[in-house]
């Protein structure tokens, strides 16, 4: 870990189209006598040493509270604009760019020492991210794998990221593996960093409250496929914008497609198809899940590791949670139940289509719902898309601060009057997966989307315990 680095090294470190100039005015000491320790965004975070962030955000301004921050020990500011603080301040034009190469600095530049693998793509990142460390494991590296699964955001803010880093190499980590979303492109919360190998999985329709328009969303994504931030790529050939990164690609890139898999063989709990030569076994279900482990050998054999190695550690790989994640139950009665995160209208539509090819005679019910203040123009078209399931039940995600009957409503509007006369409208999403459960007969497939491995559901009242996988094992009465 960083022990510290003086101030004009930090501000020597920022780019100069960002670097506007460093207050030291009025003060009895120069940049070079002022050791920063750490960067903090959050004024309630900052310790001694720190340089405090000062982020200007849609809804908080982080100017207001610098004197706060320097209350709390921070020993320097990055701001915009100078303040009435008496620390030296590094002036910039974009504090939020400036914090990630000052991150990167402070903490000595930890991603240059380790393996980096950054995957991107609205789909899939969690499984690839998941199965490819375990590979890389199996190979003889000390992985960590930072994504949706491992803290409160996929990518971490610059600082915390950075932190982390330097922490994983000072525990003697040699690789990781990390979801890279596009907040975190857009926020440049990776900026600073080189990636060893970027993976794009594919793009539909998400986060377009953040974007405003697909183009704006895949230019993000296409961020991470640029010289400054990787070294080589593998992108996703099946997908249209995989192939748009392969036509104008900066780096040398290999596509990876669904043609890869020969003699596939699908199922609920495990699918195989031969790649290469190899026999691949997966221990999971579901057709789209033979892409998600074309991805993970193509890029397990770019980053070194042997064929039949790389098969041999995928087939003794720990399923994903959440992520077509079988709920088991002795009871031949009972329906077969799978929990997913399935929560755009593309991954919803895999996630039905994967059901059906690998239990194709089997009437199939899927749950799902929209979470509340996030792109409400995607609710009809995940309305329309549970209609390619034999049964839609419409409940809750995460209604936030919406009431969940105008979210519900919002996703019915996807559907003429004759499609919502064999729709299930339950507000209350415990009830929807009961009913869902108890009405599926033996061998009948029920899908329960949108939340996978969350453990909470957030709404106005704030969080309550919630997590899918424990009511459909209470409604199948299996013991936890």
Same mark, same amino acid.
């Given at each position: 870990?960083a022990?510290?680095?003086?101030?004009?090294?930090?501000?020597?470190?920022?780019?100069s189209?960002?670097?506007?100039?460093?207050?030291t005015?009025?003060?009895?000491?120069?940049?070079?006598?002022?050791?920063?320790?750490?960067? &903090?965004?959050?004024?309630?975070?900052?310790?001694?040493?720190c340089?405090?962030?000062?982020?200007v955000?849609?809804? &908080?301004?982080?100017?207001?509270?610098?004197?706060?921050?320097?209350?709390?020990?921070?020993?320097?500011?990055?701001?915009e604009?100078?303040?009435?603080?008496?620390?030296?301040?590094?002036?910039?034009?974009?504090?939020?760019?400036?914090?990630?190469?000052?991150?990167?600095?402070?903490?000595?530049?930890?991603?240059?020492?380790?393996l980096?693998? =950054?995957i991107t793509?609205?789909?899939?990142?969690?499984?690839?991210?998941?199965?490819?460390?375990?590979?890389?494991?199996?190979?003889?590296?000390?992985?960590?794998?930072?994504?949706?699964?491992?803290?409160?955001?996929?990518?971490?803010?610059?600082?915390?990221?950075?932190?982390?880093?330097?922490?994983?190499?000072?525990?003697?980590?040699?690789a990781?593996?990390?979801?890279?979303?596009?907040?975190?492109l857009v926020l440049?919360?990776?900026?600073?960093?080189?990636?060893?190998?970027?993976?794009?999985t594919?793009l539909?329709?998400?986060?377009?409250?953040?974007?405003?328009?697909? #183009?704006?969303?895949?230019?993000?994504?296409?961020?991470?496929?640029?010289? #400054?931030?990787c070294?080589?790529?593998?992108?996703?050939?099946?997908?249209? &914008?995989g192939?748009?990164?392969l036509?104008?690609?900066?780096?040398?890139?290999?596509?990876?497609?669904?043609? #890869?898999?020969?003699?596939?063989?699908? =199922?609920?709990?495990?699918?195989?198809?031969?790649?290469?030569?190899?026999?691949?076994?997966?221990?999971?279900?579901?057709?789209?899940?033979?892409?998600?482990?074309?991805?993970?050998?193509?890029?397990?054999?770019?980053?070194?590791?042997?064929?039949?190695?790389?098969?041999?550690?995928?087939?003794?790989?720990?399923?994903?949670?959440?992520?077509?994640?079988?709920?088991?139950?002795?009871?031949?009665?009972?329906?077969?139940?799978?929990?997913d995160?399935?929560?755009?209208?593309?991954a919803?539509?895999r996630?039905?289509?994967?059901?059906?090819?690998?239990?194709?005679?089997?009437?199939c019910?899927?749950?799902?719902?929209?979470?509340?203040?996030?792109?409400?123009?995607?609710?009809?078209?995940?309305?329309?898309?549970?209609?390619?399931?034999?049964?839609?039940?419409?409940?809750?995600?995460?209604p936030?601060?919406?009431r969940?009957?105008a979210?519900?409503?919002?996703?019915?509007?996807?559907?003429s009057?004759?499609?919502?006369?064999?729709?299930?409208?339950?507000?209350?999403?415990?009830?929807?997966?009961?009913?869902?459960?108890?009405?599926?007969?033996?061998?009948?497939?029920?899908?329960?989307?949108?939340?996978?491995?969350?453990?909470?559901? #957030?709404?106005? =009242?704030?969080?309550?315990?919630?997590d899918?996988?424990?009511?459909?094992?209470?409604?199948?009465?299996?013991?936890?």
């Amino acid at each position: 870990m960083a022990t510290g680095l003086g101030l004009d090294a930090v501000a020597g470190r920022i780019p100069s189209r960002l670097l506007l100039t460093v207050e030291t005015a009025g003060l009895a000491l120069d940049a070079a006598a002022v050791v920063v320790s750490d960067v &903090h965004h959050d004024s309630r975070e900052v310790t001694k040493g720190c340089l405090f962030a000062c982020l200007v955000g849609a809804r &908080h301004d982080g100017h207001d509270h610098a004197a706060e921050a320097v209350e709390r020990g921070a020993v320097a500011l990055l701001v915009e604009r100078p303040l009435e603080v008496e620390v030296p301040q590094i002036v910039v034009s974009d504090t939020r760019e400036a914090m990630a190469h000052a991150s990167v600095a402070v903490h000595g530049d930890p991603a240059t020492r380790l393996l980096m693998v =950054g995957i991107t793509g609205t789909n899939g990142k969690t499984t690839i991210a998941q199965l490819l460390g375990q590979i890389l494991v199996a190979a003889g590296h000390d992985v960590e794998v930072i994504g949706t699964l491992s803290g409160p955001r996929t990518t971490p803010e610059s600082p915390d990221l950075q932190r982390g880093l330097a922490r994983s190499v000072s525990d003697g980590r040699t690789a990781v593996v990390m979801e890279v979303s596009s907040h975190a492109l857009v926020l440049d919360r990776v900026t600073g960093v080189r990636f060893d190998l970027a993976v794009f999985t594919n793009l539909g329709r998400d986060h377009l409250d953040l974007h405003g328009t697909t #183009e704006e969303y895949f230019r993000a994504k296409a961020r991470l496929f640029s010289s #400054e931030l990787c070294q080589r790529a593998l992108v996703n050939a099946d997908d249209i &914008h995989g192939r748009l990164l392969l036509d104008g690609a900066e780096v040398p890139t290999q596509a990876y497609a669904s043609a #890869e898999a020969t003699d596939v063989r699908l =199922g609920v709990t495990s699918v195989s198809f031969t790649w290469r030569g190899h026999r691949v076994d997966l221990p999971m279900g579901g057709a789209v899940n033979v892409l998600n482990a074309l991805a993970v050998l193509d890029a397990a054999v770019l980053l070194g590791v042997d064929e039949a190695a790389a098969v041999a550690a995928l087939r003794g790989c720990a399923p994903v949670p959440g992520r077509f994640e079988p709920v088991a139950s002795t009871d031949p009665s009972a329906p077969l139940v799978v929990v997913d995160y399935a929560h755009t209208p593309d991954a919803l539509t895999r996630l039905i289509q994967g059901a059906r090819e690998a239990a194709p005679t089997a009437r199939c019910t899927v749950v799902i719902g929209c979470g509340g203040e996030r792109d409400r123009e995607k609710r009809p078209e995940m309305g329309r898309a549970a209609l390619a399931a034999d049964r839609a039940v419409l409940t809750s995600d995460n209604p936030r601060g919406e009431r969940p009957e105008a979210i519900l409503s919002d996703m019915l509007s996807g559907m003429s009057e004759s499609e919502r006369a064999d729709v299930v409208v339950e507000v209350d999403r415990e009830l929807a997966i009961r009913r869902a459960i108890d009405e599926a007969g033996a061998g009948e497939i029920v899908l329960i989307a949108g939340k996978g491995h969350e453990t909470t559901q #957030e709404s106005a =009242g704030g969080l309550r315990h919630f997590d899918d996988r424990e009511i459909a094992r209470a409604a199948l009465g299996v013991d936890a």
